[in-house]
């Protein structure tokens, strides 16, 4: 067996079965113990290796040259000699797609194919989705119940696909049919007999294409993708070729419809059966955009991809030989705790959704995925907007049984026509609600709370309590969290989590030399107030696997110190706790009355900390936490300099001038490695501007350079950082930057992207 392990799995990860029943319900359910102890495993009965983490899973994305995407359409099953002789009866010669093929030609034949998927290009589309889903939903309007399935979720992407491509739309029932002979034959486990009956249906399907494709190369001046491919086979044959185009346009009809169509049943599944998330998005459609991408991330329609090792390597630390298989769960990683926080909830108001990993990363990223959201998003708004009353039905829900694609098969609705809101209102059919091509924009993304208390807990310092005004309980957070606070005069300020057993409690100094914010807090907020919050969300995390922690904390730095502290309370750990006076010490109280063996340094009492004694007396391997002023964070990283084996995690509040300045900055060229792309950065644009207009996904949380959301990995030119999350060591090794504020120190950038 090519690549079989030279150590010990485990029995799970011995026995684990894609096709048994587990997986084929809930893939990352079934994935979570792996997730939580051995993230890359064997699996004897596959005879690949299994990869579950979410950074694990982003790495062998990124690297196209060690992970060969060459066996992504190989068939799961080895193919009977039967089967194979019933497709050499259809001339079946499906050979390289965009989805299996490596470099350099990859890269080329997407660089000449990319234009029709710009989020400008794809802006003449829109029309033309909003009227077929308008079409579908009038049909049903008044029939009470539905098939969502059947009605409109896989005829409307499979006739935009159609269009996108340029392809007749005719044949609506037999392109089903070859789609579902397709994903069995090459993502399923068919019996032999079944073999033979999918054989039939993919040379079919093979056939079809080729009719098809003859009849556009006789209309040059036809529109659609497929015609853009035509015309690059007669300009450039070498690259594109007639088998090419053959190959395409049968894997891209599958592509183009399937996984939409999946990820929009699935979307109904997951929003109907949370009626809190529905009520969430029929009142605010403003969450529509990331309520699409939260069910992409949580119940997505792909679900893994296959590589092959070129060489020796390692992933997640596991050695791997060459030849090896790997069935990377991208569905897996999407809910991998260390990259979304409580990620088996589906939360609407997440602002980190657009992370995912269910299109894929870098060269191999789906290059139709705006064209999908955009789908997703207007049947959701048509949806939400026309029906808001629709319930589901109880039934059982089945999905085509296959490593990687999930979608549930139907999607059973009712709803009491007479409460339709048009009936009241004819106006409301039509509409006039556009969402901007590409990722969401997270600034919308706010959530309306209550102020359930508010008393002092210092001098100068004010602690609140945030609940849902309906009562629903709010997502848990870890140790670290914060969320965003937006004030009056568009101010958006940042605060530390810190309260007990979850609550969502704040503790908020005044500043009177601030920027306002907390002034206005102190002096206008009162109890039953509501306030527009996002997050929860969190770049300071604790390192669970660390043997013991050293937590520091410098004033109001004690709010996300002391959170981590009551989850640390019986591991090895030590508080240190500084202020100028106890009056001024934030939640001293609740310091001293819950960690006794807290260490307090009181500036009015002489007691003074003493960085470089107290890092050097850290346990080896331990990891040092800290928050506070500037002074403090810079006074504990000096200290570290002295100890490599340490783990330094700080955080910041104190914001960067991301304001650019013609006269001083410069522009410069970026290079995206991953994905093959040269960008030019002008002087009065950001980074993350530039990678954004391109339609490349990078999040982004405060624009400030606080977060580290939108850090990026440097491969080579030298970087101007302005940001306030790494370290001075992280900055001398130049290996990563900030997107929203950092630049090129030079004129060229190279970036994995």
């Given at each position: ?150 009605a409109l979720l896989w005829e409307v992407p499979l006739t935009v696909a ?356 907390s002034r206005w807090i102190h002096d206008s907020l009162r109890a039953g ?225």
């Amino acid at each position: 067996m090519s690549g079989c392990p030279m150590h010990q799995s485990s029995d799970r990860a011995r026995a684990f079965d894609p096709f048994g029943p587990a997986f084929q319900s809930d893939p990352p359910g079934a994935l979570a113990w792996a997730r939580d102890g051995e993230p890359v495993f064997y699996s004897e009965v596959l005879n690949y290796w299994v990869v579950t983490r979410y950074a694990d899973i982003k790495a062998v994305f990124r690297d196209n040259l060690t992970f060969s995407a060459s066996v992504a359409l190989e068939k799961m099953v080895p193919p009977t000699a039967e089967a194979v002789e019933i497709l050499k009866t259809y001339a079946f010669d499906l050979r390289k797609t965009l989805v299996n093929e490596d470099e350099p030609i990859h890269m080329e034949r997407r660089r000449a194919l990319l234009d029709a998927f710009s989020p400008a290009a794809l802006e003449s589309h829109e029309a033309m989705v909003r009227s077929l889903v308008r079409d579908r939903v009038d049909a049903i309007i008044d029939t009470g119940e539905a098939d969502l399935v059947k009605a409109l979720l896989w005829e409307v992407p499979l006739t935009v696909a159609l269009h996108f491509l340029g392809v007749p739309e005719s044949d609506m029932g037999k392109l089903r049919e070859f789609s579902v002979a397709h994903t069995l034959n090459v993502w399923g486990k068919p019996s032999d007999d079944e073999q033979a009956e999918l054989a039939h249906g993919v040379g079919r399907f093979w056939a079809y294409c080729g009719a098809v494709l003859e009849r556009m190369k006789a209309n040059p001046d036809g529109h659609g993708w497929m015609h853009d491919m035509i015309r690059a086979n007669r300009e450039i044959p070498e690259i594109v070729t007639d088998n090419y185009l053959h190959s395409m346009l049968m894997a891209i009809i599958v592509a183009a419809h399937e996984t939409t169509a999946l990820a929009g049943a699935n979307m109904m599944r997951r929003m109907l059966g949370d009626r809190a998330a529905w009520r969430a998005v029929c009142r605010n459609p403003d969450l529509i955009p990331n309520a699409v991408e939260e069910c992409l991330r949580h119940s997505g329609s792909q679900v893994a991809w296959r590589r092959v090792t070129t060489t020796d390597t390692t992933v997640g630390g596991v050695p791997i030989p060459e030849g090896a298989r790997l069935l990377i769960v991208s569905a897996s990683g999407n809910h991998d705790p260390r990259q979304f926080e409580n990620p088996d909830a589906l939360d609407l108001w997440r602002d980190n959704a657009a992370s995912h990993l269910t299109f894929g990363y870098g060269a191999h990223q789906c290059m139709g995925k705006n064209l999908g959201r955009m789908e997703l998003r207007v049947m959701l708004e048509e949806l939400t907007r026309r029906l808001p009353h629709m319930a589901l039905q109880d039934q059982t829900f089945h999905a085509l049984p296959n490593v990687s694609f999930y979608g549930v098969d139907r999607v059973l609705v009712h709803w009491d026509p007479a409460q339709n809101p048009e009936r009241r209102n004819p106006a409301l059919r039509a509409g006039t609600r556009r969402f901007p091509i590409g990722a969401p924009d997270v600034r919308v993304l706010t959530r309306a709370l209550r102020v359930a208390r508010l008393a002092p807990v210092a001098e100068g310092v004010l602690g609140l309590t945030l609940e849902d005004p309906e009562g629903a309980p709010l997502p848990p957070w870890s140790p670290g969290a914060h969320i965003d606070l937006h004030l009056p005069g568009d101010l958006t300020r940042k605060y530390s989590l810190c309260g007990e057993n979850g609550a969502w409690s704040l503790a908020i100094l005044r500043e009177d030399q601030g920027r306002g914010g907390s002034r206005w807090i102190h002096d206008s907020l009162r109890a039953g107030d509501i306030v527009h919050t996002r997050g929860p969300r969190n770049h300071f995390r604790l390192d669970d696997s660390a043997p013991a922690h050293v937590l520091i904390a410098g004033g109001i730095g004690i709010t996300p110190i002391l959170a981590m502290a009551d989850h640390l309370r019986d591991r090895p750990h030590a508080l240190h706790y500084a202020g100028r006076s106890r009056a001024g010490m934030a939640l001293l109280d609740r310091v001293t009355r819950d960690h006794p063996g807290a260490h307090l340094w009181i500036g009015d009492e002489g007691r003074r900390m003493d960085l470089p004694a107290l890092i050097a007396a850290a346990p080896p391997g331990a990891q040092v936490c800290v928050c506070g002023p500037a002074r403090l964070i810079q006074g504990v990283e000096a200290a570290c300099a002295a100890r490599p084996d340490l783990i330094l995690t700080f955080e910041h509040f104190d914001p960067v001038d991301t304001a650019l300045d013609p006269d001083r900055d410069h522009a410069f060229t970026v290079e995206l490695l991953d994905s093959d792309l040269t960008l030019t950065v002008p002087a009065t644009r950001s980074l993350l501007d530039v990678l954004h207009e391109t339609g490349i996904d990078v999040p982004c949380d405060c624009g400030e350079g606080l977060c580290g959301t939108c850090e990026i990995e440097v491969a080579d030119g030298g970087i101007d950082h302005r940001d306030r999350v790494l370290t001075r060591t992280e900055r001398a090794e130049g290996r990563r930057m900030m997107a929203c504020c950092s630049r090129a120190a030079g004129d060229r950038l190279k970036v994995r992207l």
